[in-house]
């Protein structure tokens, strides 16, 4: 099986930093690409931020300049550095990957979410 196990979360205080990490782990043949999503409860699950397997990468515009994606030279493990956080990047944050497993399908892959809490 194939799994995504996310760590990093906690309470931070407006203005903190924390640094997520997401390890991709498994019958893994190749990963095209993994970001991070992020959900309120009542609202819909959104992208904060993706890098592909070139090192690529997106961000969604509440988070661009100061959140950053990255990822090591093995390229299953992906992290988010994010800094001058916000009341509002409170939220539960799910790593995601799409990639072909050892079926040879291509298939998209969720962690268990970390809650990130920004509160004085």
């Known amino acids: 099986q194939v799994q995504l196990v996310e760590s990093g979360g906690g309470l931070v205080q407006p203005g903190g930093s924390l640094r997520l990490s997401c390890a991709a782990s498994g019958s893994i043949v190749s990963i095209n690409y993994m970001g991070w999503y992020r959900q309120v409860p009542g609202n819909q699950r959104e992208l904060v931020a993706r890098i592909t397997s070139g090192g690529s990468t997106n961000y969604a515009d509440s988070v661009r300049g100061r959140f950053t994606i990255s990822r090591t030279n093995a390229k299953n493990t992906v992290y988010l550095q994010m800094n001058s956080l916000k009341p509002e990047d409170t939220a539960v944050y799910y790593c995601?990957?799409?990639?072909?497993?050892?079926?040879?399908?291509?298939?998209?892959?969720w962690g268990q979410g970390t809650q990130v809490t920004v509160s004085s």
């Open positions: 995601n990957a799409v990639l072909t497993n050892s079926f040879y399908r291509t298939q998209e892959y």
